[in-house]
Nanobody
């Protein structure tokens, strides 16, 4: 089983930037499409972005043009660069395979104040 550890969240003002990291415990990460997801209070978890093993990316409309997903296969790590943050981006952020999920990590809290 792969363990996922997210980090990099925090409390920021609207318009600020954050970079989230997600470290996977096993090299099997390398061959998988990875995604970032988020869950706001009282809402269902939603998909935010994905990156394939080859580096192709896709984004939810709500973050397109503001967020950038990337990966470093040598470090078994996937990143989410978040710019121009908005209060509606406030959520706990998680990474996982984009399908056939592994066990979820603890996530990292992102809070954006207006």
């Amino acid at each position: 089983q792969v363990q996922l550890v997210e980090s990099g969240g925090g409390l920021v003002q609207a318009g600020a930037s954050l970079r989230l990291s997600c470290a996977a415990s096993r090299s099997s990460f390398v061959s998988n499409t990875m995604g970032w997801f988020r869950q706001a209070p009282g809402k269902q978890r939603e998909w935010v972005a994905l990156i394939t093993s080859g580096g192709s990316t896709n984004y939810a409309d709500s973050v397109k043009g503001r967020f950038t997903i990337s990966r470093d296969n040598a470090k078994n790590t996937v990143y989410l660069q978040m710019n121009s943050l908005k209060p509606e981006d406030t959520a706990v952020y998680y990474c996982n395979r984009n399908a056939e999920f592994w066990a979820w990590g603890q996530g990292t809290q992102v809070t954006v104040s207006s």
